[in-house]
Each structure stands twice: as structure tokens, then as C-alpha cells.
């Protein structure tokens, strides 16, 4: 089975498992996004089912590999004989996908509830609760946390105390006199 999807304001045909390159998309790695935009729908052995404008409740189901940057163009201007000329560069933004699922019905694939992000944020969550934990575990105990020695500060060295003496400034040259005019009647 293989679709043609509208994204972008451009048709990719796309099947189960392709890697599609498309204009940039809200979300992240991991994240699973819905392409309504559905111009086509083919299967083997059945005629394709052709949308007027788009198929009707059919979705592709694509998950965020990552986002990325397209390679550098460079734009550059002139005007012939003015001494004008303007060099640019634009990089596009870009989001890779990986197609999940093609589904005629709209139906969300299994794997689309599952999310690679929130284990990280449950690991934070985690690691805060822990001593709450400990705490919680046995009330009759008092918590032994252990804290680090101080410190002891550096003695101070004879240069550090003595404030450095400040060599006087050097003297500056006296200005050049202009040469005295001579008059020109004589």
C-alpha cells in the first residue's frame, strides 16, 4: 500500500517504513505526527482511490527522526554597470520522517501513544522523590546525609598582602613649538 501526502505545498508519495524528507514540521525526535492531507491511496490488486481535493478520513502516521537544516544556497543580486551587488545565503529547515502507518480509516497506530521524551522527564522526577522516599521508608531512623568537609582557606602569601607599589607614569614629551612666521616685508 502507498499514499501520495500534500505537505509543505508538495505531494510526497510515501509507503510503509520510507524515509521522507519533507519542509519543517512542528515536534520532536520521537514524536509521531498525523498527515491528513491525503491526495491518493493505492493498494496491489485494488484501484486507487483518487480524493477530490483529499481522501476522505485517511491519514498517514509518520514518526520525527529529526530535525535538521538543508544544505546552504547562495542568493546573489546585481545590476550590471551600478556597482551594485548583493551576496545572501539561506538554509532551509527541514524535518526527516519515518512512515508508521498508512491507514484509509484514520485509525492512530499502537505505537503512536508511546513517546520517547517523558522517560526523561520520570528519570528528573525520579532522582527528586528519591530522599523523599528514603524518608517515607523508615520514620523511626534519622537520615544520615553526609556533608562535605570544608574547605580550609589558603594562607595568605607576603606578595597577596602587601599592596603592589604603582611605577609612576611616564613622562610624555613636551609639544613641538611651530616655527616662528617671518614676515615677508623685510
Do not use: C, W
Not at 35 to 52: N, T
Not at 110 to 135: S, Y
Not at 140 to 166: F, H, L, V
Amino acid at each position: 500500500m502507498f499514499a501520495v501526502v500534500k505537505t509543505g505545498g508538495k505531494q510526497y508519495r510515501v509507503a510503509k517504513d520510507d524515509i521522507v524528507v519533507v519542509e519543517k514540521l512542528a515536534g520532536e525526535a520521537g514524536d509521531v505526527i498525523a498527515m491528513g492531507d491525503v491526495v491518493m491511496l493505492s493498494e496491489e490488486g485494488k484501484d486507487p482511490i483518487v480524493g477530490a481535493p483529499t481522501v476522505e478520513k485517511a491519514e498517514v502516521f509518520a514518526e520525527v527522526v529529526e530535525q535538521t537544516r538543508d544544505k546552504k544556497v547562495i542568493i546573489f543580486k546585481k545590476q550590471r554597470r551600478q556597482n551594485h551587488r548583493r551576496k545572501n545565503g539561506h538554509r532551509q529547515e527541514k524535518t526527516v520522517l519515518k512512515v508508521v502507518e498508512i491507514s484509509p480509516t484514520g485509525t492512530k497506530p499502537k505505537g503512536a501513544a508511546k513517546k520517547a521524551a517523558p522517560k526523561k522527564a520520570d528519570d528528573a522526577v525520579a532522582k527528586v522523590d528519591a530522599p523523599a522516599k528514603e524518608a517515607a521508608k523508615a520514620p523511626d531512623e534519622k537520615p544520615t546525609a553526609k556533608k562535605p568537609a570544608a574547605k580550609k582557606a589558603a594562607p595568605k602569601k607576603e606578595a597577596d598582602a602587601k599592596p603592589a607599589a604603582k611605577k609612576p607614569a611616564a613622562k610624555k614629551p613636551a609639544a613641538k613649538k611651530p616655527a616662528a612666521k617671518k614676515d615677508s616685508e623685510e
